[in-house]
Structures are given as structure tokens and as C-alpha cells.
């Protein structure tokens, strides 16, 4: 589920994921070979809060706009693949953000 974030008007926003299916490359270089994989489920919550700073952003030659909202962040994040492996981080109370930022941007034909 994500929930809809408007910038400027709200001061939260989630993003939670239960049983994701995924692959288990086992590490990054075989998934950038696109090497053998087994099927695997994640989830995750990340809750973005607090607003520490707002930036907008316009570059017309480039075809880009936007608007960021600096914030705090957590996230609890779990995982378990076919072959076995199973990995939880700790609550998402515990979790610490150097750096957060939550944005809209507009870009291309979008523009």
C-alpha cells in the first residue's frame, strides 16, 4: 500500500508492503549477470514524518521540476527466500535516517 503524498499538505506518508514476491539473486553481481535466483517474499514499512525543510527545484533546459520536503524517516524491512535464508532487521523504532526526502517531480512531456 502507498499512500498518496501531497506536497505541502500532509506530514506523513507510508509505505507498507506485506509477502512482496521477489527473487533471491544471493548477491549483487549475480543479479547484474541476471545469474540463477530462487523465488522469495518480502516485507517492508517505511513511515516518512516531520518536516525539516522544503525545496523546489525548476530546470527548464533539463525538462525538470520539482518539489522536496526533507523529513524523517524508519523502516522495518524482512525477507525469506525458497533456499532457506530468512533476514529481519530490528523494529522500526530502533531505526535511525541521516537523510530523508520526500518529493514530487514532473519531467519529459510531463514537464
Known amino acids: 500500500m502507498i499512500s498518496p503524498v501531497a506536497i505541502g499538505v500532509y506530514e506523513c506518508c507510508v509505505v507498507r508492503f506485506s509477502g512482496l514476491e521477489t527473487k533471491d539473486f544471493h548477491d549483487t553481481v549475480n543479479d547484474l549477470q541476471h545469474g540463477p535466483s530462487v523465488p522469495a517474499t518480502t516485507s517492508f514499512d517505511v513511515q516518512w514524518s516531520g518536516r525539516k525543510g522544503q525545496v523546489k527545484v525548476r530546470n527548464a533546459d533539463q ?3 520539482g518539489q522536496f520536503v526533507e523529513t524523517s524517516a524508519t523502516m522495518e524491512w524482512s525477507a525469506v527466500s525458497d533456499a ?5 532487521s530490528d523494529p522500526a523504532e530502533t531505526s535511525h535516517a541521516e537523510f530523508a526526502r520526500l518529493g514530487q517531480e514532473k ?3 510531463f514537464f
Not at 532457506?84 to 529481519?88: K, N, P, R
Open 107 to 109: 519531467n519529459g512531456v
Open 63 to 65: 525538462g525538470f521540476r
Open 84 to 88: 532457506g535464508f530468512e533476514f529481519a
